[in-house]
């Protein structure tokens, strides 16, 4: 899949890239082939088809570092990221030669928005759920996808993770706005513990990504995506 120009805010750099993630010719059937184990954690191979490749092309990202990583990998064509921004301050974060999302989005022939942050306080998830209508308020056709916020290596920590989503996912729910949905990406990334497998660390108690991680992380958004399409 060609990737194009990767907007980064933080540093304001325009990034080109020409990535395929499917790691060949994409199958004509979405599936995830388990290649073994590591350290008693199972990875896969996570295959996408010409339907998630174009889905993917047709979504812009925002968010904070993980948004950042993502296009650091060349996964994304648009993104929209600063390490600072956070649920609260997306709405009015602007850079001087970067546009905000909602400029992004109309500029653009995005389809869809894939917000993504890390965990953090239900202030900040109702300061995302609210940001959502406003999205949908000036682009009305535009289809809102807010991904959980991912598990952590310290494993402690992950119950407020937990709580974090679950208090997210309400309050989408609760919405009633059938382009608007939470879209939980945790089941593929934790081991059994509920801990971020070491695998998707990028070192040892690391908290940030490996690019196989995102791998990991679109293709849940692809199936949820997919799941939302009307059957034939």
């Avoid at 339907?51 to 990583?69: P, R």
């Avoid at 109702?126 to 809102?144: E, F, G, H, M, Q």
């Avoid at 059938?178 to 593929?188: M, Q, R, S």
Wanted: hydrophobic share 40%.
């Amino acid at each position: 899949m060609k990737k194009i120009t990767v907007v980064l805010l933080a540093s304001v750099t325009l990034l080109v890239s020409c990535v395929d993630i499917s790691g060949g010719t994409p199958s004509a059937s979405v599936n995830a082939d388990t290649d073994g184990s590591e350290q008693g954690e199972i990875y896969k191979t996570y295959r996408f088809s010409e339907n998630d490749e174009s889905f993917l092309a047709e979504t812009v990202f925002a968010g904070d570092s993980l948004a950042a990583d993502l296009s650091g990998f060349g996964l994304a064509q648009t993104v929209i990221s600063d390490t600072e921004m956070s649920p609260e301050t997306m709405g009015d974060y602007k850079s001087q030669d970067g546009p905000d999302i909602i400029t992004a989005l109309i500029n653009s022939d995005a389809a869809h928005v894939a917000i993504m942050f890390r965990a953090g306080n239900e202030s900040g998830a109702t300061a995302c759920v609210d940001y959502t209508k406003r999205l949908r308020a000036w682009v009305p056709n535009i289809s809102v996808y807010v991904l959980s916020a991912p598990p952590v290596s310290e494993n402690e920590k992950n119950g407020a993770i937990n709580e974090y989503n679950l208090f997210l996912k309400r309050a989408i729910e609760e919405l009633g706005d059938d382009k608007t949905h939470y879209v939980e990406i945790g089941v593929e990334l934790k081991n059994a513990s509920g801990a971020l497998k070491s695998m998707y660390a990028t070192e040892a108690g690391s908290d940030r990504l490996t690019e196989k991680a995102y791998h990991a992380v679109l293709w849940q958004l692809c199936r949820y995506a997919e799941s939302e399409q009307p059957a034939n």
